[in-house]
DNA sequence: ATTTATTATCGTAATATTGCAATATAATAA
DNA sequence: TTATTATATTGCAATATTACGATAATAAAT
């Protein structure tokens, strides 16, 4: 069907999943990757960087902005993008939660 | 198209994107709740547990083996499924270099 | 041997995602 | 005003994912 049954599932199990699936793409990895490497604000030279091209990156911007990952300020006709360093934090401690609460072994 | 242009980016990026996408679902992640909270080891209570059909459940618990975060034991008709501990804190290390290594801010 | 129980696989329908060309929008430059 | 440049949106084709019924495979129970 294609169409994850949400329902069934609790505010936390979606949430996560959510941010899970923002980062599982390599484009969106490396479009953060190279934010981060430029001590500048950088705009579309990830088009140029990544080798997409530019509606496909905008999209993949799109859904790094959907959770906050990333801020757009717009500078004339240029957009810089930059990592929300707050919200990054955030969702880092959102995932290490998760990896240490669920780690309980059996056999 | 769907389809992902891996051959464009790196050996690291694609890894992290796949491991992404493995815990980009609700159920794979109720799944692997439900794994950890039973102190011993359980089977195919998951499919009553989480209220998906039992093909549904095995095919999710396939791709939560594809990065071998859970492996199943076979005890005469039944599989029990444990988290992968090992390979578990390896991917929590692998998710966290991302996050530290990736989050220079600009703005 | 036959049944029963548990799990895996196959096939398929419905929906989602990826990527891009075409186009729209917005801001500066000429 | 009319380009030009940078980014966003739309529409669409190709592929992927999700979910499940049907069925296969395997092992224990009768």
Excluded at 14 to 19: I, S, W, Y
Excluded at 23 to 40: C, D, G, M, V
Excluded at 60 to 84: P, Q, R, T, W
């Amino acid at each position: 069907m294609g169409i994850t049954k949400t329902q069934i599932f609790n505010a936390k199990q979606n949430q996560l999943a959510t941010t899970f699936k923002v980062l599982a793409h390599p484009a969106r990895i490396a479009i953060l990757e190279y934010i981060s490497l430029q001590n500048a604000c950088i705009c579309n030279d990830i088009v140029e960087e990544i080798g997409l091209a530019q509606p496909t990156i905008s999209q993949h911007l799109k859904e790094l902005k959907s959770i906050d990952l990333i801020k757009g300020e717009i500078e004339g006709k240029k957009v810089c993008y930059c990592i929300n360093l707050e919200r990054w934090k955030e969702i880092q401690a959102l995932l290490n939660t998760f990896f240490d609460t669920t780690k309980i072994n059996c056999c």
